[in-house]
């Protein structure tokens, strides 16, 4: 049974860092792609980052250079360093894995429950 499990999500003020964690068993993320995904209230899901079997990393332009995303394979977890946050980077983050060399837009196969990130002004 493959679970993705959160963590790491909670209350900060804008300019303030949060890292996500999402840990696997089940699956080796080492040979997925795995990617994080954000929903806002009242908003689509859209993708945030993602991270490749081969370790390529691809960024939505609004993270790119606040977000960085990266896997420790021994820990079988990939990582969202989230800095600079900004109100509108509120909303429950996804992990979410595809045995696939898929996109951002892509639909992946395995998601986890979420986490809950909350940036205030």
């Known amino acids: 049974q493959v679970q993705l499990v959160e963590s790491g999500g909670g209350s900060v003020q804008a300019g303030g860092s949060l890292r996500l964690s999402c840990a696997a068993s089940g699956i080796i993320l080492g040979w997925y792609s795995t990617g994080w995904f954000r929903q806002a209230p009242g908003k689509e899901r859209e993708g945030v980052a993602i991270?490749?079997?081969?370790?390529?990393?691809t960024y939505a332009d609004f993270v790119k250079g606040r977000f960085t995303i990266s896997r420790e394979n021994v820990e079988n977890t990939v990582y969202l360093q989230m800095n600079s946050l900004k109100p509108e980077d509120t909303g429950m983050y996804y992990c979410?894995?595809?045995?696939?060399?898929?996109?951002?837009?892509?639909?992946?196969?395995?998601w986890g429950q979420g986490t809950q990130v909350a940036v205030s002004s």
């Open positions: 991270i490749s079997s081969d370790g390529r990393t």
């Open positions: 979410a894995a595809d045995p696939r060399s898929v996109g951002l837009a892509a639909e992946y196969k395995y």
